[in-house]
């Protein structure tokens, strides 16, 4: 048993590593622009359109922070504004989809799936449910009431504001190490017990609705649970120990971007006072949905080139 905590550990300080060499740079630089004149930019430019989804143009603020870095700096950003409860639930559908957009893009291309790809299903998703809601909700035109929680005190000067980035990007990788490296512990037991192919088998069913081999649960599991960034060291592993096709895991990959982290990403809403069900309902049936229809399509594909590779072959 010692033997396989300290492989599980050199493990989880391996891929700690490899994940912490993108998350600290990404994190210092990102926490570091939201207090240059680049956010202001951002946020007049995205001011316009904030009409068109159903939100006022002070939502652009909360927005961009929570895109830029994370869903408790766009929380932070909600409750210093007064917004309908309509407003807060677009804004929550949004960055249930979109948040964090730049660290866990980064991250998910150690993969080995194309940073455009994990960007374009995340934003697009978050652009199309605020269109949906906005359409089909007539109703949320009260206050919204934020409870017992306070916005963050703002760094002053340049000292500060560098003291803050490194800061931050620090617990970012203390808080990846405290949740890697025992889910790493955790995975190579249930590997050399035995016990990962049962658990593969259980969740064969579920995959292969997916489009995805059984190999692939484990990886699922990890978004689902740990959420997209964190996971992505199971993944990593998955790939080079489990076998995961290159297909498998851009559909893995596309479902967890969609819906990840589904009950920290969920409960962090409820001090807003808004509905949370909903957000949890909707986040899981449409990955669902999209991962399956993709998985369908790709599989056609995929048979017609088998086909004709053989029709080629037989000639």
Not at 14 to 38: A, D, E, R, S, Y
Not at 46 to 53: D, K, R, S
Not at 169 to 185: K, N, S
Request: proline letters at 3%; one cysteine or more.
């Amino acid at each position: 048993m010692t033997g396989v905590l300290k492989r599980g550990f050199k493990q989880g300080l391996i891929t700690g590593w490899t994940l912490g060499k993108v998350i600290f740079p990404v994190t210092l630089i990102v926490t570091i622009l939201q207090f240059t004149p680049l956010l202001p930019w951002l946020i007049n430019v995205l001011e316009p359109v904030m009409g068109l989804i159903g939100l006022s143009g002070e939502a652009a603020v909360p927005l961009v922070l929570g895109n830029f870095l994370n869903l408790y700096a766009a929380i932070g950003a909600i409750i210093s504004f007064d917004f309908t409860v309509k407003e807060v639930f677009i804004m929550a559908m949004m960055l249930s989809f979109s948040h964090n957009l730049f660290i866990e893009s980064a991250v998910a291309t150690r993969v080995g799936v194309k940073w455009w790809i994990i960007i374009s299903v995340r934003v697009g998703l978050a652009i199309f449910s605020a269109v949906i809601i906005n359409l089909f909700w007539n109703g949320g035109t009260e206050a919204a009431q934020y409870g017992f929680i306070a916005a963050q005190e703002m760094p002053n000067g340049w000292g500060e504001i560098i003291f803050h980035g490194i800061q931050t990007a620090i617990l970012a990788i203390i808080q990846l190490a405290a949740i890697v490296i025992p889910l790493m512990i955790f995975t190579q037991i249930l590997r050399e017990k035995g016990w990962l192919n049962k658990l593969s088998n259980a969740f064969a069913p579920f995959m292969k609705v997916l489009g995805m081999n059984k190999n692939t649960s484990m990886t699922m599991v990890a978004g689902l649970t740990v959420g997209l960034a964190y996971g992505a060291g199971l993944m990593i592993q998955a790939v080079k120990e489990d076998g995961v096709s290159k297909k498998d895991m851009y559909l893995a990959i596309i479902f967890l971007v969609s819906c990840h982290a589904v009950i920290e990403d969920t409960l962090i809403f409820i001090p807003l006072g808004i509905p949370v069900w909903p957000l949890l309902l909707i986040r899981l049936i449409t990955a669902i949905i999209l991962t399956a229809s993709i998985a369908v399509v790709v599989n056609k594909y995929a048979g017609k080139d088998r086909e004709n590779e053989h029709t080629y072959n037989t000639i």
